[in-house]
């Protein structure tokens, strides 16, 4: 890289990308070998294991798709929903919408159950959504919706897809390794997330996991999957014991990968969602006593992305750049509907740690007070170390 380039490093506490760990870093420096190197094919079957791990899924075909979140939200509607076919879409923010645009790109006939941002896809949308669709051949919707702060009832909402015997698609992108998921046991076909957030670490990789109503879906298709490179029908056999070359896979993206989700085992997937849950809930009670209210039904808020209301009188983008400029803190602005209305906090994988939770409330208490917009000191980090400790 020219030396005249400063990359700064950021205390990420955004949307994503979050922080990964050193060790997970310094896999990355590791000397390149060829995708079809003996040596990397333990890599890649103790990757499908932890990724089983993770997903709470042992019965499944589990693989990173190369590409961000995207890349392996577009393979879950590419592989599973054919030309023609009914798909119902839960749209309840940016990324349920994203959904419903891949689908229609891929010629599905698309339907969407619609409800406001900030609020949850419940079980009885879904259930009013499919009897007035009966010819529904595939469900999806966002499990943590990343522009809105929301987590839907996944669980429940299965119960009432699968009265249908139809597969539903599961967009786990801001949790999967923060929020607890568990897709053997509540039955979800095909489970995606990326890399990047949660999980800890960098972005370039979709893992995917799909059980067997899935795979059916999959392997009894009647028309060929439109897309070459996210073709799970041929990409699997890389990942299996045949090691049939489809793509050039990014090996040091799957060695940073691999110590990843090693790191997740180390803790323990029940200790990490624990993790982030005490760290949003200390956070809130911080965030609440600057002023700063949350978005999200209270129900409902994801502990891996805080959303809240910007502050009357409060500039979104010089604000946001007063963090960076001042702090080295990057915070997430709102999408789509929300845009200038909300910020969008993250605390995932190795960025949700104590430590960022001081700097960033000491940060917000510090600008929102040269800026005029509180007018006295209130010391937001004690009342959120009191609830941490509790």
């Known amino acids: 890289m020219n030396t005249e380039i400063h990359i700064p490093e950021r205390i990420l506490l955004g949307a994503g990308p979050s922080a990964a760990h050193p060790s997970v870093l310094a896999e990355l420096a590791r000397p390149t070998i060829g995708h079809l190197d003996p040596a990397l094919f333990p890599v890649n079957d103790a990757i499908k ?28 509607i590419a592989n599973l929903v054919e030309p023609g076919e009914k798909i119902l879409i839960g749209v309840n923010g940016f990324f349920g919408m994203r959904l419903a645009e891949i689908a229609k790109r891929y010629s599905a006939n698309v339907e969407t159950v619609n409800q406001e941002w900030g609020l949850p896809i419940l079980p009885e949308h879904i259930e009013l959504g ?39 698609i599961v967009d786990s992108v801001t949790s999967l390794g923060g929020e607890k998921l568990l897709t053997a046991d509540w039955d979800i076909d095909f489970c995606y997330g990326a890399t990047q957030k949660c999980l800890g670490a960098t972005p370039g ?29 041929t990409v699997h056999k890389y990942w ?58 209270q129900e409902y808020e994801l502990n891996t992305l805080i959303s809240v209301i910007i502050p009357d009188n409060v500039d979104d983008m010089k604000f946001r750049n007063q963090l960076y400029d001042q702090f080295n803190i ?7 509907d929300v845009k200038g209305k909300i910020w969008r906090i993250g605390l995932m994988g190795y ?7 001081v700097k960033l409330l000491n940060a917000l208490e510090t600008l929102l007070i040269t800026n005029g917009n509180l007018k006295n000191k209130v010391n937001a980090v004690k009342y959120s170390e009191e609830a941490f400790s509790n």
């Open 49 to 76: 294991k932890l990724l089983r791990y993770v997903f709470q899924s042992d019965d499944s075909l589990a693989l990173p798709i190369p590409g961000t979140g995207t890349a392996a939200m577009e393979a879950a």
């Open 130 to 168: 499919l009897k007035n669709n009966p010819d529904t051949k595939v469900v999806a919707l966002v499990h943590a919706e990343t522009s809105t702060g929301v987590l839907s009832p996944i669980q429940d909402i299965c119960k009432v897809v699968h009265q249908k015997n139809i597969p539903i």
């Open 205 to 233: 990789l979709g893992p995917v996991n799909l059980r067997a109503r899935a795979l059916e879906k999959l392997y009894s298709r009647k028309t060929p999957i439109a897309t070459f490179y996210l073709d799970l029908l």
């Open 240 to 297: 299996d014991a045949e090691r049939m070359y489809h793509h050039t896979s990014p090996v040091n993206n799957l060695f940073s990968l691999l110590r990843a989700l090693q790191l997740v085992k180390e803790e323990g997937i029940e200790n990490r969602w624990l993790r982030h849950k005490k760290n949003a809930f200390a956070l809130r009670k911080g965030l609440d006593v600057l002023g700063i209210k949350s978005f999200a039904s």
């Open 330 to 336: 990057e915070i997430s602005g709102g999408l789509g």
């Open 351 to 357: 960025s949700s740690r104590h430590e960022n939770i």
